[in-house]
C-alpha cells in the first residue's frame, strides 16, 4: 500500500499576480549574477536534444562554464532530430484568430486539465520569441510564395500555428541549437563529453553538485561536479520496448536522480500516438512514426463492414466510415492524439481493422491528390511518403497508408516546480525529462516548443537565482561523495556482469514491454494493473537470476549498457503501474476502463484527482510515497473535454 503525505513540501513557487504577468514578475524577482561572476561557476547539462543542446549554448553564451554529456558519438545524433511534423508558436501569421490565451487555453484542454496553468501559460508566451530564436540561427522554416513562415494545422487545435520544415522540423531545429552549442566549444565556455552515459548522481549537503558517468568507449567511471546539474534526457516511452523512440532512449538519468531525492510526477501518463506504421511481426524491434502533420490531408477510414479483406481501392466510397470525421464533426481528422488513438483502437476492437492483422486502420489521400495534385501533396509531405513506402514497399500516392496507434511520448516525468528545479535543490529538469507542461496527453508540435522554451527562455533566468543564493559550498570531485557515488555505479555494472545467465538482455525487455502495453497501455484497469505489478516484480527477480551480458567492463559493450537500462526500465515499470492503479479516473492518455462516459470517452474525477502525484523514493525494500501537488485553475474553469 501507499501513504500520501501532506503536499506542503511540494511548492511549485508559482508567482502571485495575474497569469499574464507572473512570469515577468517571477524574472523582476530573481538574484542575478553579474557577468564577470559567471566564470565562477560550473554547470553540468546531461543530455543534448533541443532543450540539453540550446540550454548549454545559453548558458556558455551568458558565460557559465558548462560540461555537456551525451551517450551519442555527437549531440547531432540526439532524439529530437526525429521529430517530424512542427513546432507550435502563437504568432498568428494567417491571420485566422490564434493567440498566446488561445494556444494557452488549447494545450491546458488537450492535456485534459491535469497541467499546472503557470507554466502552460508561460510556455504559450515565450513561443513567439522560440521562431525568432530559430529563424536567426538559420532554420529553414517553410514558407509561403510571397516569403513568409509558412503554418499548419496540427491535432487539438482550429487555427494554423505549427511552423514546420516539411517532415524534418526536428532535425533542423536541433540541426541550429546544436551550431550554437558547438560555437561555445569553439571558445571553450563549454565542454563536450560525448559517448558518456550517466549512471548517478551525487548529493552534497543536500544540493545537487554533480554527476556519475561511464566512458561508453573504454569502460572507465568519471566524476564531474558543479555548481548545478540540468537535466534533459529524454523520456521513458521505451519501456513498452515496442515505441517510435530511438533504441537508446532510456530512463537511467532520471531514475537515478529519483533514488536520490528527486520525485517521479506522473509516471502513468504517457501517449499513444495514432499515426504510425503498425506492428508487423514478433521481432521487430522498433516502430516507425508518420507525422500527425498527415492528418492534415489524410483522412482516416476503415470499412463498415466487419472482417472486410477487399483492397481499399475496391471498397467504394459508401461503404467507407470516416469515423473521426463522423464522431468528432468539429475537428475531424485533427482530434487530439489520445482521442484519435482511441478511436482506432475501438474501431480494430470490435473487427472493422485492416490488414492481416486487423490491428490497422487508413490514412487515406485520394481525394487530397485529386483536388491539390501530386505536386502539390510531395511537396509537403515528400519525405514522409518516400519512408513510408521504403519501409512499407507500398505506393501512399497510389494506395492508402496503413497505421496504429503506439507509444510515442511521455507527459510524465520529474517533478519540477516554476523554475523547472526538482525537489533535490540544485537539479533542474528540462524538456520531456520533466512533467510540467502537457498534462495527461501532449498536444502534436508542443514537445520541441516546450524543449526549446526551458532552454532557451527559462532556464538562463532560473538556474542564474540557484547561483547566486549565496548557499554553494565549495566542492570538488575529491569529496568523499563522489567516490562513494562513483563505488556504487561500480557495483552495478559488475553485479550485471557477474550473473552470466542462460537469458538474453532482449528477451527481459521484450517480456517487460508486453506486460506494459497489454495492461498499461491505451487503456487499463484495475485487474490488469494489479496484475502486471506481480508479474512485473517475478519478471525483475528472474532478471538478476537469469540475464546473460556477455563481455566484460572494460571495452565497449552495448550489451552492457543496455542490461543497465533495462534494469532501470524494470524497476520504473512498477512506478508506471502503481501510479495508473491510484489514479482511479480517465484523462487525457490514461483511460482506466472503468471511468468513462456513456459514449466511451475519458471521464475525469476532478473532485479527488485534479492534482500532480509525485512520488518519493523510500528504499528498494518499502513502497514509493505518493505526494499530491493540487492544481489551481485561476483563468480556466475545467469542463469535460469535448471535440464534437
Known sequence: MTQTSSNSILDPRVPEGPLSEKWDRCKNDLKLVAPNNKRKYDIIVVGTGLAGASAAASLAELGYNVKVFCFQ???????????????????????????????????????????REANVYRLAQISPNIIDQCVAQGVPFAREYGGLLANRTFGGAQVSRTFYCRGQTGQQLLLGAYSALMRQVGTGKAK???????????????????????????????????????????????????????????????????KRGAYFANPCFTQIHPTCIPVKGDYQSKLTLMSESLRNDGRVWVPKKPD????????????????????????????????????????????????????????????????????????????????YQKITDENPYEVPMRIYPAVHYTMGGLWVDYHLQSTVPGLYVLGEANFSDHGANRLGASALMQGLADGYFVIPYTVGNHLASGNLKPVTTAHPKFEEVRKEAVG???????????????????????????????????????????????????????????????????????????????????????????????????????????????????????????????????????HQEQLHFETLKMTARSYK
Request: hydrophobic share 35%; aromatic share 10%; glycine share 10%.
Open 492 to 626: 552495478r555494472i559488475d553485479r550485471l556482469l557477474k550473473i552470466k545467465g542462460n537469458r538474453t538482455v532482449t528477451s527481459f525487455h521484450r517480456a517487460l514491454g508486453e506486460i506494459l502495453w497489454n495492461n498499461c497501455g491505451m487503456a487499463r484497469n484495475a485487474e490488469g494493473l494489479q496484475d502486471a505489478l506481480q508479474k512485473i516484480r517475478s519478471l525483475r527477480d528472474e532478471f538478476w537470476r537469469t540475464v546473460n551480458v556477455p563481455g566484460n567492463g572494460a571495452q565497449f559493450n552495448q550489451q552492457l549498457e543496455y542490461a543497465g537500462r533495462v534494469a532501470d526500465f524494470l524497476e520504473f515499470g512498477e512506478l508506471m503501474v502503481l501510479d495508473a492503479l491510484e489514479r482511479r479516473e480517465s484523462c487525457g492518455g490514461h483511460f482506466r476502463e472503468e471511468f468513462r462516459s456513456e459514449d466511451g470517452e475519458a471521464r475525469r474525477d476532478d473532485d479527488n484527482f485534479a492534482h500532480v502525484a509525485a512520488w518519493q523514493y523510500t528504499g528498494d525494500a518499502s513502497a514509493p510515497v505518493r
Open 308 to 387: 472486410d479483406t477487399r483492397q481499399p481501392g475496391d471498397i467504394p466510397e459508401e461503404e467507407r466510415d470516416y469515423y473521426l470525421e463522423r464522431r468528432y464533426p468539429a475537428y475531424g481528422n485533427m482530434v487530439p492524439r489520445d482521442v484519435a488513438s482511441r478511436a482506432a483502437k475501438e474501431r480494430c476492437d470490435a473487427g472493422y481493422g485492416i490488414g492481416e492483422t486487423g490491428m490497422a486502420v487508413y490514412l487515406d489521400f485520394q481525394r487530397a491528390i485529386k483536388e491539390q495534385g501530386e505536386a502539390v501533396i510531395r511537396s509537403k509531405y515528400g519525405n514522409l511518403f518516400h519512408m
Open 192 to 258: 563536450l563529453f560525448a559517448r558518456r552515459e550517466m549512471l548517478d548522481l551525487v548529493v552534497v549537503d543536500g544540493m545537487a553538485r554533480g554527476i556519475v558517468c561511464r566512458n561508453l568507449t573504454t569502460g572507465e567511471f568519471e566524476t564531474h561536479a558543479a555548481h548545478a546539474v540540468l537535466l534533459c534526457t529524454g523520456g521513458y516511452g521505451n519501456a513498452f520496448y515496442l515505441s517510435t523512440n530511438a533504441k537508446g532512449c532510456n530512463v537511467t538519468a532520471a531514475w537515478r536522480c529519483y
Open 73 to 115: 558519438d555527437s549531440p547531432r545524433r540526439a532524439h529530437s532530430i526525429a521529430a517530424q511534423g512542427g513546432i507550435n508558436a502563437a504568432k498568428n501569421y494567417p491571420n485566422d484568430g490564434d493567440s498566446v490565451y488561445r494556444l494557452f487555453y488549447d494545450t491546458i484542454k488537450g492535456g485534459d486539465f491535469r497541467a
